[in-house]
């Protein structure tokens, strides 16, 4: 079975998050899923967006700093664009929901990091604006969950990751691996 999806938002998949000893859990494998939707996305004439997160002074994704930096090649154009946002939600204070208007987006697969925070976020607008979001459960990921004393042991990435899928509920499309996205 596919899932068909006429857009790809990529959501910070920045240096800080994704490489070094500071990146997610199994950054290399969120790597060549992500890479593998870009690169059908890109074959098949689909609208790329790529979020970046301007984080606050000081954080791992300060703009301007090597962290902040898209890991992942850009190839700008009609149909790929870079977006820059201050918040969680790619569309709270950006031109992310003009750029699918515009381009007839009906069915955005999302992916990236964090999977909980700022994919979610994304995710979760999108459903509300009508959107059929697709969400690759092999190409968002997220940190482990520390252990909080007296309430819970370290939660893994791995089910944070899935937590935060099952929490966009039965609208999204959710539990199909990167492999079996297709792009309009």
């Not at 999108?126 to 042991?153: C, Q, W």
Request: include cysteine; hydrophobic fraction near 45%; charged fraction near 20%.
């Amino acid at each position: 079975m596919t899932q068909p999806a006429d857009a790809l938002i990529v959501v910070d998949m920045q240096i800080a998050f994704v490489s070094g000893p500071d990146a997610v859990p199994d950054a290399d494998r969120l790597l060549e899923r992500v890479g593998e939707l870009l690169e059908r996305a890109r074959q098949a004439g689909a609208v790329v967006v790529h979020l970046q997160n301007d984080g606050p002074p000081g954080a791992d994704d300060e703009p301007e700093t090597p962290g902040w930096e898209l890991y992942l090649p850009v190839k700008l154009g009609a149909r790929e664009h870079v977006v820059r946002k201050p918040r969680d939600d790619g569309f709270d204070g950006t031109a992310l929901g003009q750029i699918l208007v515009s381009a007839g987006v009906r069915s955005p697969a999302i992916c990236g990091v964090m999977s909980e925070m700022c994919v979610a976020a994304t995710a979760k607008t999108a459903l509300a604006r009508g959107y059929h979001v697709v969400l690759p459960h092999d190409a968002h990921a997220t940190y482990n969950i520390p252990a909080v004393p007296g309430v819970s042991e370290e939660i893994p990435a791995h089910l944070a990751s899935r937590v935060a899928a099952w929490s966009l509920g039965n609208q999204a499309k959710t539990t199909l691996p990167t492999k079996a996205i297709t792009f309009a």
